[in-house]
């Protein structure tokens, strides 16, 4: 982030991003023959539609693969505590969280080369030791309303197929 910026424009502009990527990979989806929609919480033209609950639940039920995209809408809050609060509201089973490393570590592997990677871990061990991995606030959410979570790379090849398969190559995180 620039110092220059605002910080409200520069989540604005970060909330803008998380809809091109979503626009990509939806496309991604439709060229295998699978129907999607993108839902945000706030108006973005044609390319996609204001988040619901019932708009999101009549997607699911019709078959669609349904992206959310924009975060929570406001600043100061990440994408990680949008999608929570997403699965929260629709009642999903767990959340797949795509990052940029393959999983929940004991610290941070950029900087320590003998970082352990947890296979699986409570949410309540990743709000205690400050896991940095996911942002405090969606962590806690997650803790508080028992919502699992798939924590996996986005870099591996098949990430998102391999989660949804079965064939996970990341961490666990329990409830529990």
Do not use: W
Not at 122 to 134: A, F, N, P, R, T
Not at 164 to 170: A, D, E, H, R, V
């Amino acid at each position: 982030s620039n110092d220059n910026i605002d910080r409200t424009k520069a989540d604005q502009i970060g909330m803008l991003a998380t809809i091109m990527n979503c626009i990509y990979v939806s496309e991604i989806f439709r060229s295998q023959g699978l129907k999607t929609n993108i839902l945000t919480p706030f108006e973005c033209g044609s390319m996609t539609k204001l988040f619901s609950k019932d708009r999101a639940n009549k997607y699911f039920e019709k078959g669609m693969v349904v992206f959310f995209a924009g975060g929570t809408g406001h600043p100061y809050f990440s994408t990680d505590t949008g999608i929570v609060l997403r699965a929260i509201e629709l009642d999903a089973d767990a959340i797949l969280l795509a990052k940029a490393i393959d999983g929940i570590y004991d610290s941070d592997p950029k900087l320590n080369p003998e970082a352990k990677k947890y296979d699986t871990i409570s949410i309540k061990e990743v709000v205690e030791k400050k896991l940095g991995v996911i942002d405090m606030t969606a962590s806690v959410m997650c803790m508080e309303n028992k919502m699992p979570l798939m924590v996996f790379g986005l870099e591996e090849e098949n990430s998102i197929v391999n989660a949804l398969s079965g064939k996970f190559n990341g961490t666990v995180v329990t409830v529990d």
